[in-house]
Structure formats: C-alpha cells, structure tokens
C-alpha cells in the first residue's frame, strides 16, 4: 500500500485515508507520497479514456487504500453532473499556444476539480469514526467557495473558510458571503491570505482536542493534489487527438501560480510519465517564486502587493515543501532547517544542488498589473479570446517562452469572476459594480455568464464576520466547544 511520510520526518508515515484526514502532518510537514516516479504509467493507457476514467487510475495510483467501488463512486459523485462541458475540462488554443480551462466547474475556478473530490474521499475515508471533521480553510479567494460548496451539508463535517479582508474580489467575497449549509462559516480576517495560512497552520499545531478531528481543504492536503493530476495527462491526450502533437512529444505547461499547489500537480504529472518539457511558473507581482526558482533564495522579507488576480498575492507557497523534499531525494532534515529558516528569519537558500534539480523542470516569469492588463486586452483584440487576470499572467509568462516545444497555458478562472478587472483591461473604464460589469463583459463577447455567478447577485449576505488575527485562535476553539 502507499506510503505518505511527512516532508519534515520521515518516520511520521501513514497511508492515504490517513493522510486525507489529518489534512497537515503533527509536526507541521506535508504527506508526501515516497518513489512516485515508480509509479510511471504508459501515457498510451490513457489514449480513448474519458476525464473520469484517467482519474480512476491516477487516485488508485495514490490512494489505493479505496476499494475500487468506493473510488468509482466518489468520482462519479464529483465528475458526472457539477462540470457544465461534456469532458470537466475543455482544451482551445490561444494566439501560438493551447488553453486548458479549469472553470467549467460549480464555482466557476480550477479549485472544483480537486474540491469536488475532496470531501468525497474525507467522507469514505471517515466513515467509520463517530467524531466530526472540522475543517479549516485558507483562501485567497477561489479555494473558500470551492470548499464551501464541496462540503455544505456533508454529515459529520463542519467547514470554516477564513479569507483576507479586502484581499479578495467582490465576486469571490459575494459566492462566499452567500454560501447556504447547517455546517459551514465563513469569516474575513483583518490581514492578507498569509496571516489565513499561517493562522490555520497554528491552529493544527497548537489545538489538541479529543471529540474532534482538525482537517484541510487547502492544497496542503494530499487530497487536493492528487485530483489536479488529472487534467495534465487529459490535456496531453487531447492534443495527440486533435492531431496537434505526436504522441510522445514534449509539451510546457504554463501555470499561473501562488501556494505551488497546482504547478507541483504538474510536477507529480511529469513523474508519472506524462511527456512535459518544462512547467513554467508565472507569478503576479508577488514574484517571490520567480526569484527563488531563478536564484535560489526564498526570501518573503519584502511588500506583499494585492493585485487584480488576488488568488496568486501570497508570500509564503507552501507546497514548495513538497517539491524540496522530493528533489532532495527526501531529505527531511534539510527540509525542516529551511522550514526553520523560514520561520524565523523569514528566508532560505537552497544549496546548489537542489537548485540546479529545480531549474531542470522548472522555469519563471512575473508579470507586473500594466502587462496583466495589456495581455486581457491583446488576448480580446488579437486572439479574441477572454480570459481573467491569472491567465493572462500565465498567458504573459508563456510569450516570453516560444519555441519549438509546444505550450499549454492553464486557465484557471472564468474571466466574469473577475468582471471589472477584465473590463478596466479592455475598456480602460470601470462600472459601478461587478454585476454591471458582468452584463457589459457579455455584450462583447460570445462566453456565457456561468449560471452559478449569474445566480449570486440577488442572494442575501450570510456571512459577515470579520475578526483580528490575534483572535484567530479563540475563535476556533469557540467553534470546537459548539461541536461537542
Ligand atoms: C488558486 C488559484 C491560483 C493559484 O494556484 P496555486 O495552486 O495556489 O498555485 C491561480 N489562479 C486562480 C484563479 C486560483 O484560484
């Protein structure tokens, strides 16, 4: 059965039920699977299978603690009705490269594909525990309504999402703010979405408590990640279809980036087999990965800017862990001294080594909010495609990487969760809110409003709460003693 050790020590190990459940490994590490290139599958395999079929083999590949009628089933329950194209993901092309859009799912941002799963596999996982699972969640806007709707009203569940005041857009802030479910809370926090990671990584070090179990909806969690495999090998697949690439050629993958979930997904993609030259991390402003990944320090002691793609301003990428562990041939004490250099003095540097193992895979580029917009615009007029402020970052970094190899940029939101950002871009002019935007945004273009943000506008806020960092952890607590 697979293993999953923590990245901080390796004797802390578990299988995958386990790992799911406890979201953070006890002392602060991520589970990581061990040997994943072992598990190398032959790409043919995949070639006339549907999205939920490649996702049969990838979950088994991991989580084969699953019977194979409770796996079939969760992907079912997540695939089969709550994505609105045939085959959950869709790949187009844009200007000289391809498009792989991530938001056809019920909250309208590449979150679902994983967050569907997530609560699935939590609840087959739990089932026969009698406490309740509480999860805390972190998000820098997409994350908090993925898991909202993914775990409303699942029994034995309760979610509390914590998102930064003001750090999210308006339409991220109304689906959250709007969320209906016995079970779930949602609360702003005077600070940015770091001060929202970090709170809920204290509270997993700090609170231990018998009657309930503390779990992750973040990318922190295995379960998370695993699912965001998929649409990799799917895209890959579609392209040796559509006749675009020969079956063996290498691809890039261009990733819009912030917490490092998705691009490690990628990562874990390449090892399994998938034929991927270079994943190409594209940050926004915050370009702390750029630097780190170009020179080999991590360094957060520097201005944290919000941006008009708020789902990438985060300082502190905490998957990165995984991706150290792993190409250090899983050193587990390196990974905790940079862990411990993070901690307090708020900066790393790898040695050279590692570095070098790093920019074998991976490549980086940031993009500033002037060419953020100037790619929403030139993507409108020239590709006359619409796409959100993270993919024209992504969009962006992929210009700067033309070549022979063949790029696939990954679309990670609907361009109308973002409505006046994306109309400033095209228009140089604003609306008096969002809605207005969305209903001028689909004056000009032929894309649908998605129902479930179409929906939203008249809905009542049930959500209005908003605390003080320091007071992060009372509030926890508080909500512990109620699920007594
Ligand atoms: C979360 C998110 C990202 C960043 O993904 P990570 O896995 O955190 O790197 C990019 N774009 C959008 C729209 C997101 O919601």
């Known amino acids: 059965m697979e293993i999953f050790v923590s990245s901080r020590n390796k004797k802390e190990k578990c299988f995958a039920k386990e790992a799911i459940i406890q979201g953070l490994a006890k002392d602060g590490g991520l589970f990581t699977p061990l040997d994943i290139e072992k598990r190398k599958i032959d790409i043919k395999k995949f070639m ?5 079929e490649i996702a049969y083999i990838i979950f088994s590949t991991f989580f084969d603690d699953f019977s194979e009628q409770e796996m079939k089933e969760i992907i079912h329950r997540a695939y089969d009705k709550n994505f609105s194209v045939k085959d959950v993901v869709n790949l187009s092309k844009i200007g000289k490269s391809y498009m792989l ?18 609560p699935q596999l939590l609840k087959t996982a739990y089932k026969d525990e009698n406490k309740k699972v509480y999860i805390l969640t972190a998000t820098s806007g997409d994350t908090g309504k993925a898991a909202l709707e993914g775990f409303k009203n699942v029994e034995n569940t309760f979610i509390t999402v914590f998102y930064p005041n003001k750090g999210v857009s308006l339409i991220q802030e109304k689906q959250m703010k709007t969320t209906v479910g016995k079970n779930v809370e949602v609360i702003a926090i005077n600070g940015n979405f770091d001060d929202c990671q970090s709170l809920v990584k204290k509270c997993y070090e700090q609170i231990k408590v018998e009657h309930v179990q503390l779990s992750s909806a973040n990318s922190i969690n295995i379960g998370r990640l695993v699912p965001q495999i998929v649409y990799y090998f799917k895209a890959y697949v579609d392209l040796v279809k559509n006749n675009e690439i020969t079956l063996g050629e290498k691809v890039n993958f261009v990733v819009p980036t912030g917490n490092f979930g998705n691009i490690l997904a990628g990562y874990f993609a390449k090892l399994l087999g998938c034929p991927i030259d270079k994943l190409i991390c594209a940050s926004n402003k915050n370009n702390i990965l750029t630097d780190f990944i170009r020179t080999g320090i991590y360094d957060r002691n520097r201005a944290f800017h919000n941006t008009i793609s708020p789902s990438m301003d985060i300082l502190v990428s905490s998957n990165l862990e995984r991706l150290l562990f792993i190409l250090s041939d899983y050193d587990d004490e390196k990974v905790s001294k940079y862990m411990k250099e993070l901690r307090e003095e708020g900066r790393y540097i790898i040695d050279k080594e590692l570095l070098e193992k790093i920019q074998q895979h991976f490549l980086a580029f940031c993009c500033d909010e002037e060419n953020c917009k100037k790619t929403i615009k030139e993507a409108y007029e020239k590709d006359k495609r619409l796409i959100d402020p993270h993919t024209a970052i992504a969009y962006y970094a992929s210009k700067q990487y033309e070549g022979e190899i063949k790029n696939v940029i990954l679309s990670t939101a609907s361009p109308y969760k973002f409505s006046n950002s994306v109309l400033e871009a095209i228009n140089s002019e604003k609306r ?22 179409r929906l939203i506008e008249a809905l009542p806020d049930l959500h209005n709460r908003s605390i003080d960092i320091e007071d992060g952890i009372k509030v926890v607590l508080e909500r512990i003693e109620k699920l007594k």
């Open 48 to 52: 006339n299978l549907s999205y939920q």
């Open 101 to 118: 859009e991530l938001y056809h799912g019920p909250t309208a941002a590449f979150k679902d594909l994983a967050l569907t799963v997530l």
């Open 432 to 453: 008096e809110n969002e809605f207005v935007a969305m209903c001028e945004l689909k004056k000009i273009t032929a894309e649908e409003i998605p129902a479930n943000l």
